[in-house]
């Protein structure tokens, strides 16, 4: 009688030490499923994020590089203007009468305006000037609008000045979209410094 409460206790002792030996072997397995969710969640939504960044990035650069583009196609269209410009093309011996013109037509601006159209022109109202069109380097293709006008100011009253606003609009199968860039600038011919 002796040796069975002592091997009840030993069973009992076993028993515990077993349960709690699978106690710390159920601890020690990993992630539950909740965790492993929340954990697939959270990467998700950083990854959302940070491609989110990429993308703004991108499109920003893009936009940069057009505009950066159009500024450059307007700046060889004042380049390539500025050479019309010069005393060469428009020579003061045979323009003298537009030093001191009696209206605006009769100013070197008129006349300036007149080499951009290729015709005559008459008047002080803004003249669209035949549009550009351009490709960029990614393949899209944008229109270049030019307005010419004679400004009504008092640096200008011998109408020597004239000003031309610039439009670069990107095109879309035909379907132009919002400007990306507008530009004004005012030219005076050579000839016109050498008035008297």
């Known amino acids: 009688m002796h040796t069975q409460p002592q091997r009840l ?3 009992q002792f076993y028993r515990a030490y077993s349960w709690y030996i699978n106690r710390l072997q159920v601890a020690e ?3 539950t499923l909740s965790e492993v969710i929340l954990a697939i969640l959270i990467t ?4 959302a994020v940070g491609l ?8 920003l650069k893009s936009k940069a590089l057009h505009i950066a583009e159009a500024s450059r196609w307007v700046q060889v269209d004042i380049e390539q203007m500025r050479s019309q410009l010069a005393l060469v093309q428009i020579p003061i011996s045979i323009n003298r009468a537009r ?3 009696a209206s605006a037509d009769l100013g070197f601006a008129d006349l300036v ?3 951009l159209a290729g015709s005559n022109v008459t008047g002080i109202a803004d003249y669209s000037l ?4 351009a490709t960029s380097q990614t393949g899209k293709t944008f229109q270049i609008d030019r307005i ?5 100011t008092p640096e200008n009253t011998q109408a020597k000045i004239l000003g031309i606003e610039y439009t670069v609009t990107p095109s879309n199968g035909g379907i132009l979209e919002e400007p990306i860039l507008h530009l004004y600038t005012e030219v005076i011919p050579d000839a016109a410094f050498q008035c008297q």
């Open 29 to 31: 397995t990993g992630f």
């Open 44 to 47: 998700t939504l950083f990854v």
């Open 130 to 133: 035949a549009a550009v069109v």
């Open 9 to 11: 206790r030993l069973f």
């Open 99 to 101: 030093c001191r013109p």
């Open 148 to 152: 010419a006008r004679i400004p009504i």
């Open 52 to 59: 989110q960044g990429m993308v703004v990035a991108m499109l």
């Open 113 to 115: 305006r007149d080499n």
